[in-house]
C-alpha cells in the first residue's frame, strides 16, 4: 500500500496572500490617483483664426462658379452663396450637391478626409426658406 503524499507547495500555500495583497495594492494605487489627480484642461486652438471666410479675407463665391471648378479653389478661404442641404449627417455636418451633381460633404474633417475632396466649414449659418 503506498501514500499519495501532497503535492502542496510553497507557490500554493502563498497564492491567496499575494493574491489579495495584489487587490489591496492596487485599491491603494487608485485612490492614491483619485486624491492627487488634477483636471486637465485641454485648449483648443482655431487653425484660421476667425469665425468668417469674409473676415478673414476669402473671396465671395457663387455656388454656381464652385460647381464649375472646384478645384481651382483648393487651399483657399472662400465664402460661398447660397449652399442647399441635401442630406443632414449629425448636427454639425450636411451633404450638398452641385450643379453637375456632384455631391460634397461639408464640416466634418474626420468623416471628409476619406473622400476625394471635401469642403470645411470654419462658419456657416441656416436659413430656412418661405413656407418650408
Do not use: C, H, K
Not at 31 to 59: K, Q, Y
Request: a negative charge.
Amino acid at each position: 500500500m503506498t501514500l499519495m503524499s501532497s503535492r502542496r507547495g510553497a507557490a500554493e500555500s502563498m497564492a491567496l496572500p499575494l493574491m489579495i495583497l495584489s487587490f489591496v495594492a492596487i485599491g491603494g494605487f487608485l485612490f492614491w490617483l483619485s486624491r492627487t489627480a488634477e483636471p486637465t484642461s485641454v485648449a483648443v486652438v482655431e487653425e484660421g483664426g476667425s469665425s468668417t471666410a469674409a473676415a478673414a479675407g476669402g473671396m465671395l463665391v457663387g455656388w454656381n462658379d464652385f460647381g464649375a471648378n472646384p478645384g481651382s479653389y483648393e487651399g483657399q478661404m472662400i465664402t460661398l452663396r447660397p449652399v442647399r442641404v441635401a442630406s443632414v449627417l449629425g448636427q454639425g455636418a450636411f451633404w450638398t450637391q452641385l450643379p453637375n451633381e456632384t455631391p460634397f460633404l461639408i464640416n466634418q474633417r474626420i468623416e471628409a478626409e476619406f473622400a476625394s475632396s471635401f469642403l470645411e466649414a470654419e462658419a456657416f449659418a441656416i436659413q430656412v426658406p418661405e413656407g418650408g
